[in-house]
Structure formats: C-alpha cells, structure tokens
C-alpha cells in the first residue's frame, strides 16, 4: 500500500487528502482518495500521480466525514474521474454507497474497517487496515493529551475497539501522521475518555 498526501496548499484551508494506491499498481487495486479537502490543485497532483497502466484515475473517494474543508472538492473530484463516493452520511450529494460501521471495504491493495466514531460530526468514521496496522482517523479525536474534554457513549465505544487493534500508523486529517507509540496513545486516550465520563 502506497499513502500519499497530496496536500501542499498552505494558502488554502483544507484537510489532509490520503491517495492509496496498491504496492504494484495492480489491475484489481482500488485507487482510493480518502477525503478530498477543497484545494483544486489536489487535481493537477493526481494526473500526475502513477496510478497504473489501463487503471482509473480515482476509482474510489472514502470520507471520513462530510464537512465542508474535507468533502468541499467532491463535485470537482466526481467530475474529472467518475469514482465510486462511499461515506457514512445518508444526505451529502454524490455518495454512491453509504457505508455501515463494522464493514469492510477494498482500500488500495487492502482491506480497511469502517468504525463509526460519533462526535466530531454525526458522521464520522475511521478506517483500519488490520494487515497494515494503518488508521485513517479524519478529525475524530483518537489522540487526547489531557482529562476534561466531552465525549458520547458511541466514541466511547468506539475507542474501546480501537484500543484492542494493532495500530502502527495514524493518518490524521490535517497535520502529519503519528508513526509511533500509537497503541500506547489510543489506550491512554481512552482512559481520559471513560474518566470524562465517570465525571459527567
């Protein structure tokens, strides 16, 4: 699996936008932007990109959820390559396939879990390679430094099962991944998130 960030555009406030592409560009590889921001130049880097011969483009855009600096370049996106739009929400305009938490979906040259993560937007999700130990996390608060946030039940939750997976690498939506000690960091995380509950 190849992961490129074809954000650059400073100028321009904007999410991380992930390119997955397949270790060898495989015919059978999906090549997937999760998020898509709303920096127009994210375009000009994916016809640049080496996606495979005989292969589109962008087949496949996942978001993590449907805010405006991380979805805002879809119609765009849609336009120029045609892929497959898959996200949790029922209501954003070109999703071809809502998807469900617990499922699983081809990534690249990889299987990814969708895992509903609630409270940054009622439509947040994360994605987890398991082969890879990869999570695509979007703006869903995995990492917390210190006690006194709020949090619901259904992160709780959900930051439980993250802290029972194997993670090597956490792809955040905006600044640069965390590429170490990041199980360590998800069970602390989840420690200041069932204290902040007891609390309540």
Request: hydrophobic content about 35%.
């Amino acid at each position: 699996m190849k992961i490129l960030n074809l954000k650059s555009n400073n100028d321009i406030y904007s999410s991380n936008v992930h390119f997955v592409l397949g270790s060898s560009n495989a015919i059978d590889d999906v090549n997937t932007l999760v998020d898509v921001g709303r920096d127009p130049s994210v375009i000009e880097k994916i016809d640049k990109a080496s996606t495979g011969v005989g292969k589109h483009r962008v087949e496949q855009v996942v978001l993590t959820h449907s805010h405006y600096d991380h979805a805002s370049l879809l119609p765009q996106i849609i336009e120029a390559y045609s892929p497959k739009v898959c996200a949790y929400s029922t209501s954003l305009e070109g999703v071809g396939r809502v998807l469900r938490d617990g499922e699983t979906l081809k990534i690249g040259d990889e299987a990814f879990e969708v895992i509903y993560t609630p409270g940054h937007s009622t439509d947040s999700i994360c994605l987890y390679c398991r082969s890879e130990g990869v999570l695509f996390a979007g703006d869903s608060p995995v990492i917390i430094a210190s006690f006194g946030g709020t949090y619901e039940d259904g992160f709780a939750k959900a930051m439980a099962r993250l802290a029972r997976k194997n993670i090597k690498a956490i792809y955040f939506g905006h600044g640069d991944p965390l590429l170490d000690d990041c199980n360590t960091r998800i069970r602390y995380s989840l420690e200041m998130v069932e204290k902040s509950l007891k609390s309540c």
